[in-house]
Structure formats: C-alpha cells, structure tokens
C-alpha cells in the first residue's frame, strides 16, 4: 500500500535489483501530470551502481515506448494483408482454372505487387526500430539482475505479458507482407 501511494494508487511493478543492493518500482503509466513514475530504493548501492540503475530504468521506459511506435502502424495494415492475401488467394485460383486473360492476370498481380511494395516501404524502417528497441528493452531488464519481491509482478513479467505480444503482432506482420511479396513473385 505504500509503494502504490507513489503511483496514484496504481500496482507498481518491480523487484529487487543489482543483487538485491536496490528496490526498483514502476507501473508504467502516464499520470496526470505527463509524466510516468519510477522509484528506486537504495539498499547499499555504490553512487556508480546506482546511477547505472536509473539510467537502465529509464531506457527501459524510452525504449518501451519507441517499440511500441510500430504497433498503431500493424493496426492499421492488418486489414490490408488480409485483403491482399484474399486476392492473391483468387487469382492464384483463377490461374489453376485457367479463368483468366494472361493481361488481366498480369494487372491484377502488378495492383498486388504494389500493394505490398508500397507497405513495406512505409513501415520497414520502423518495424526494423521497433526490433532494435525491443532488443535494446531486453537488455536492459537483464542488467538490472531483477528478482521478485513477493506480492509484486517483475518487471521483466509485465514486458513478457505487455510488451512481447505488441512485438510479436508487429513482426507477425512484416513477416505476413515480405511472405506475400515472395508469393506474388512467385505466382507471377
């Protein structure tokens, strides 16, 4: 109850850090104020160690937040590969039936092409990032050396349960559009 006090009320996450020398604390929200909130308790951290704490805490909340720039992004082009991945799906079919002029056919594959051409372009710089910031994310939790404090989710449990599945839609994505672009490829 005293530690949620610092976060408005809310469930903090966090553990003790740097073999149990620190107490890190976050809930990783946006208060009313703009801001977020972390609290580090010293347990006989070195000035050293605990500067190198806050500055991983802080990457971590940074870095969460760039990664997580890429999400609206796969929102937003779901529904596009599903579409694109149905009309592939129809002119493959056509192609089997042999229903089709080999013009008509070409045009729709070039739509397609394009299609997918123009998604991975607008989004392959940031779903690259949102990768390298996941990474950096990761890294950062393993230096902190985190071990459970009873009664409170880790850390590194809140990004396994928040965070991975964002990441995991993201790439799903960028996969699901250069396997299509291989596909159309391949059935022109």
Same mark, same amino acid.
């Given at each position: 109850?005293?530690?949620?006090?610092? %976060?408005? *009320? #809310?469930?903090?996450? *966090?553990?003790?850090? &740097?073999?149990?020398?620190?107490?890190? %604390?976050?809930? $990783?929200?946006?208060?009313?104020? *703009? $801001?977020?909130?972390? +609290?580090?308790?010293?347990?006989?951290?070195?000035?050293?160690?605990?500067?190198?704490?806050?500055?991983?805490?802080?990457?971590?909340? &940074?870095?969460?937040?760039? /990664?997580?720039? !890429?999400? =609206?992004? &796969?929102?937003?082009?779901? =529904?596009?590969? #599903?579409?694109?991945?149905?009309?592939?799906?129809?002119?493959?079919?056509?192609? &089997?039936?042999?229903?089709?002029?080999?013009?008509? +056919?070409?045009?729709?594959?070039?739509?397609?092409?394009? !299609?997918?051409?123009?998604?991975?372009?607008?989004?392959? %710089?940031?779903? *690259?990032?949102?990768?390298?910031?996941?990474?950096?994310?990761?890294?950062?939790?393993?230096?902190?050396?985190?071990?459970?404090?009873?009664? %409170?989710?880790?850390?590194?449990? $809140?990004?396994?349960?928040?965070?991975?599945?964002?990441?995991?839609?993201?790439?799903?994505? /960028?996969?699901?559009?250069?396997?299509?672009?291989?596909?159309? !490829?391949?059935?022109?």
């Amino acid at each position: 109850q005293e530690v949620s006090g610092y %976060f408005s *009320g #809310n469930k903090p996450v *966090g553990g003790e850090i &740097a073999g149990g020398a620190g107490i890190a %604390f976050t809930d $990783f929200k946006i208060h009313k104020d *703009g $801001f977020s909130r972390m +609290l580090l308790l010293d347990r006989g951290m070195t000035t050293d160690q605990a500067g190198r704490m806050v500055q991983r805490l802080l990457e971590i909340e &940074a870095y969460r937040m760039l /990664a997580l720039l !890429a999400l =609206p992004i &796969a929102g937003q082009q779901s =529904p596009q590969v #599903n579409v694109i991945e149905t009309a592939l799906a129809k002119v493959t079919e056509s192609i &089997a039936r042999e229903a089709i002029e080999d013009e008509a +056919l070409l045009g729709e594959l070039t739509k397609l092409a394009a !299609a997918v051409e123009r998604a991975i372009v607008s989004s392959q %710089f940031r779903y *690259g990032a949102s990768r390298a910031y996941y990474a950096l994310v990761q890294s950062r939790i393993a230096e902190l050396r985190e071990q459970r404090l009873p009664g %409170f989710q880790t850390i590194d449990e $809140f990004m396994s349960r928040r965070l991975t599945p964002a990441m995991a839609t993201c790439m799903t994505i /960028a996969q699901r559009l250069r396997d299509l672009s291989e596909r159309i !490829a391949q059935t022109s």
